[in-house]
């Protein structure tokens, strides 16, 4: 944190993270065998073979086979090559599915095509996660933002939006708020940062924490922290001063299936204020 006037060392966050680079949106085969879609988002061609088409619909790997298919069961190969599963194909079939989750291995797996013990066809196909914060803010700032309740509850609360640009589903499970903010989610806040047991996620609807959310390939979804980590506490993050202070802090989650951290920095600024809880709170992207 730093003020105008002196200068305040700023604190330094607990986690770092490890950058995902975008990708568009994949899940079904072309006629090459190939993962994707066209960039106008449709689904892409059949392909000529049995395996007429393969998508990832929420957290199921849905696989269509041609109505001629000489098809007895499909498998599908991780991308360690290890069995994922096998489905039996019965008479006049076409389609299986495979319940992906979100504990699956992300990165090429095949589908595979069986005939008796002989491969018909066999087709990779990318899933992968790929996750991006689109948008932050609070409470206080925002209420139409935030779900239906006191204007006092919300106000210490955050939303953050955010989008799944990949080929597979993911899960959310845990919400972070690390560096100069009134009541940060470390040591020196509510102190959850390493208690993997606790999201800091609140779900309106069931008026809770939860502890995870799940957020499918193409969707974009809100969470809502539960912490408070815009709630003045003395003795705790950063209050209110008589002058003028600027920092930064970071908004993290973590993941189940990429098995790594999302972040977004942004700078905070904080109005000059007697109180120590009263000064108005404004930030952009670092």
């Keep these: 944190m730093t003020k105008h006037n002196p200068h305040l060392s700023r604190r330094t966050a607990l986690r770092t993270v490890s950058g995902a680079g975008l990708a ?8 090459n065998g190939n993962s994707g879609t066209p960039s106008d988002g449709s689904p892409s061609s059949n392909s000529p073979g049995p395996l007429r088409r393969v998508v990832v619909d929420g957290t199921t790997l849905v696989v269509e086979l041609s109505e001629d298919a000489d098809v007895d069961q499909v498998n599908l190969i991780q991308p360690n090559g290890e069995l994922f ?9 076409q389609q299986v599915t495979f319940e992906l989750g979100t504990s699956y291995a992300p990165g090429e797996h095949r589908v595979i095509a069986l005939a008796g013990e002989e491969t018909v066809e066999e087709s990779p196909l990318s899933i992968q996660p790929n996750l991006r914060i689109v ?49 940060p989610s470390d040591e020196e806040g509510t102190n959850y940062a390493d208690n993997d047991d606790i999201s800091g996620i609140y779900d309106p609807e069931r008026d809770t924490e939860v502890e995870e959310v799940v957020i499918e390939p193409g969707e974009q979804i809100t969470l809502y922290s539960y912490r408070s980590p815009f709630a003045f506490v003395r003795g705790e993050g950063t209050s209110c001063e008589s002058e003028e202070q600027n920092g930064e802090f970071e908004v993290i989650l973590e993941t189940q299936v990429s098995s790594n951290q999302l972040s977004e920095t942004y700078n ?4 000059a204020s007697g109180e120590f809880d009263n000064c108005e709170i404004t930030f952009s992207e670092g």
């Design 24 to 31: 568009s949106i994949a899940g079904c085969l072309n006629t």
């Design 85 to 93: 599963g096998q489905r039996d194909v019965a008479t006049g079939a």
């Design 135 to 183: 948008e932050m803010g609070i409470g206080k700032n925002q209420p139409e933002m935030m779900w239906d309740n006191s204007d006092d509850k919300i106000s210490k609360e955050a939303f953050v939006s955010v989008e799944n640009q990949g080929s597979g589903p993911d899960a959310i499970t845990q919400l972070l708020f690390i560096g100069d903010v009134p009541y």
């Design 268 to 271: 905070i600024h904080y109005s």
